[in-house]
């Protein structure tokens, strides 16, 4: 089985139990579509977690925006974005810069996308009407409504993202949206692609 959660934006807690929902057997596959950090109180338990798993599990991390953000600002004292983007969480939770340096090859390597089947796994989307081997890197990680409301964004592959926060999961034949809003008092969610049964909770 394969199953793809939503953002996460340092919801420890909600993480916690909604991995004690999924009847997770040692074969199935876990599909994170980013932004594990910035906003929310315990962005660094996030991370800790998801290198824990990746030794129990198959596990497949995406970058979100906010690693990439983050990435830029480390990497290259390119730091606007990420610092009105919810650092100062991301930092209070890791203590300090140097400990989320610490972390650096984790953050460095997380996929831009996956694919598995007919389903491309990305997390903002993708440009409409673009070959996947053409797609900007800032579009599929930022892209919004262009995406959203085209039909068929990518001929022959399901795309399944996150990154747009909605009130519930949004499953349509081309597309499959799971970035329930945790951090926002929204819900957090998991899909298995599989039969398609949504896993989910509250973040309240």
């Known amino acids: ?26 074969d199935d596959t876990l599909i994170f579509l980013g932004d594990y950090i910035d906003r929310g109180p315990n962005s660094r338990e996030v991370v800790e977690f998801l ?26 004292g390119d730091c606007i974005n990420w610092e009105f983007n919810g650092a100062g969480a991301t930092i209070r939770s890791f203590g300090s810069i140097e400990n989320i340096k610490e972390k ?31 797609q900007p890197k800032h579009e599929m990680l930022w892209i919004r409504d262009e995406f959203i409301f085209s ?9 399944v993202f996150g990154h747009t926060p909605i009130e519930k999961p949004y499953i349509a034949e081309d597309k499959i949206g799971i970035d ?17 049964k949504i896993f989910s909770v509250s973040c309240r």
């Open 1 to 26: 089985m394969t199953y793809a959660i939503g953002d996460i934006h340092g919801m420890f807690e909600p993480l916690v139990r909604l991995f004690q929902k999924l009847p997770l057997k040692s």
């Open 51 to 76: 290198e824990n798993l990746k030794k129990q599990h198959n596990t497949i991390l995406l970058m979100g925006n906010h690693e990439d953000m983050m990435l830029k600002c480390l990497e290259h």
């Open 104 to 134: 650096l090859d984790f953050f460095k390597s997380l996929k831009l996308y996956h694919i598995e089947d007919k389903f491309l796994f990305v997390h903002g989307g993708v440009k409409p009407g673009v070959p996947l081997r053409d």
């Open 151 to 159: 039909k068929n964004p990518l001929p022959g592959k399901v795309v």
């Open 180 to 196: 329930t809003g945790c951090v926002y008092g929204g819900m957090l969610t998991a899909i298995r692609l599989d039969d398609l």
